[in-house]
């Protein structure tokens, strides 16, 4: 890195070029000094070009700032794209163009080609690339927009590339990842490790890293659900739904359903502040709606790195082998304990189905809200301090049994939560 990046670096933060350069440094160490490094992407293989990874993740940064610039100015007078057909159209075009342009791909399967583009010459790359060039199309648009993507290992490395390289469980994924067009442009996405966030400096064109390390937190107060197709669901989902809506959160607290008709940035949203995303089956598409190699698979990847859960409600989405290029499935991803709330209405226990069902569920609840009830009740003794009362009108210290209520709670409170 010369003087003059040194110095960009220093005064912008770690772009995204620089933040992979310096992976491919610390892989470069671990395969010829024997070091081992914990946060080295193990996904990658010894026999992986992460040169090549890492011009054809440039590639994909370019398409998204071209896309990002196109979407906010829709509609504008002297734009090229003047309906959402025209931005969807052209931002396939870029995506494929920039992939090829990388000469690091050799097969592409976008959302938006009926079949596989095979590159079969001598810019052939060693990567098969899925993708989502645009998400939240509906017209009007969303205000937020998105990308998917997704980066697998050349199968067929002593023959010609074909179909075979992309119908593969979304497990194998080198590296996946999503991108988010709001009030600003960002990327999102995990090349085998952790999941890191790049949000676009338009004065210097350059994803700087602002979310390092993103988690998802193990519960959420939100779900996001299409809720004008519940009529048409599945009992267990009607069921699920209606659980959803009466039981508590982790924390005590009623959960809220927020819906906004696009993808990315639900399950960004979902990333960040924790909760589950939903698309069931239903009469319309008994087989949910979302595909599995570039909408489904790479979404799963990138939460499941972060510490989340992502189901069609029996099995995990990563462990599914694709049919087809277009292969849909149901959807649920998000927070670990709201996935468990969901999926357990779609398997039998000993105990029967659903959350309630379940002694461990009433377990962590009675826990969460015991804790939530002693957090209010040290709020208002300290309001009451304050006013000089001392303690609570009329909230007395009681005592049950010879035991202090304020230091027993639930007595469930302190099991061991599992």
Not at 227 to 252: I, N, V, Y
Not at 383 to 390: C, I, K, M, P
Request: aromatic letters at 6%; one cysteine or more; hydrophobic letters at 40%.
């Amino acid at each position: 890195m010369d003087v003059t990046a040194q110095a960009a670096e220093g005064t912008s933060g770690t772009t995204l070029i620089s933040h992979l350069l310096e992976t491919l440094t610390k892989r470069s160490n671990y395969l010829e000094e024997g070091v081992i490094h914990t946060n080295v992407d193990s996904s990658v293989s010894d026999g992986d070009s992460l040169s090549d990874l890492v011009t054809l993740l440039s590639s994909i940064t370019l398409a998204v700032k071209t896309v990002g610039s196109m979407v906010r100015r829709l509609r504008l007078p002297g734009t090229e794209a003047r309906s959402v057909n025209d931005v969807n159209k052209i931002a396939n075009q870029t995506w494929i163009r920039e992939l090829i342009a990388s000469e690091a791909c050799c097969v592409l399967v976008s959302e938006d080609l009926p079949d596989p583009v095979v590159i079969d010459t001598p810019r052939m790359g060693n990567y098969a690339v899925v993708f989502d060039p645009l998400t939240g199309l509906a017209d009007p648009p969303a205000q937020d927009m998105g990308a998917i993507f997704g980066v697998f290992r050349q199968l067929t490395n002593e023959s010609k590339p074909g179909i075979e390289d992309v119908l593969q469980p979304a497990r194998n994924l080198v590296a996946a990842g999503y991108a988010v067009y709001g009030a600003a442009t960002m990327v999102v996405l995990s090349y085998g490790g952790a999941v890191h966030g790049f949000t676009l400096d338009p004065t210097l064109s350059e994803f700087i890293l602002t979310h390092e390390n993103m988690r998802v937190p193990y519960s959420g107060r939100i779900y996001a659900i299409n809720e004008g197709f519940a009529s048409t669901m599945d009992p267990k989902a009607q069921a699920m739904l209606r659980a959803l809506k009466d039981e508590p959160a982790l924390d005590g607290s009623m959960r809220t359903c927020r819906y906004i008709g696009s993808m990315v940035p639900e399950l960004h949203r979902t990333i960040i502040r924790g909760g589950v995303y939903i698309y069931p089956a239903h009469a319309e598409r008994p087989q949910g709606r979302l595909k599995l190699l570039y909408e489904a698979g790479p979404l799963a990847f990138i939460i499941e790195k972060a510490g989340g859960q992502a189901s069609t409600g029996t099995r995990a989405i990563l462990d599914i082998q694709p049919e087809s290029v277009h292969h849909r499935v149901e959807c649920y991803m998000g927070s670990e304990d709201d996935i468990n709330v969901c999926t357990s209405h779609f398997r039998t226990a000993p105990w029967g189905r659903g959350p309630s069902a379940d002694p461990m569920y009433s377990l962590r609840r009675s826990r969460s809200i015991d804790a939530n009830m002693r957090v209010s009740l040290e709020a208002g003794l300290d309001v009451a301090a304050r006013s000089g009362t001392g303690t609570l009108a009329g909230s007395p210290k009681t005592m049950t049994n010879g035991v202090d209520d304020e230091e027993d709670g639930f007595v469930c409170a302190y099991l061991p939560v599992i």
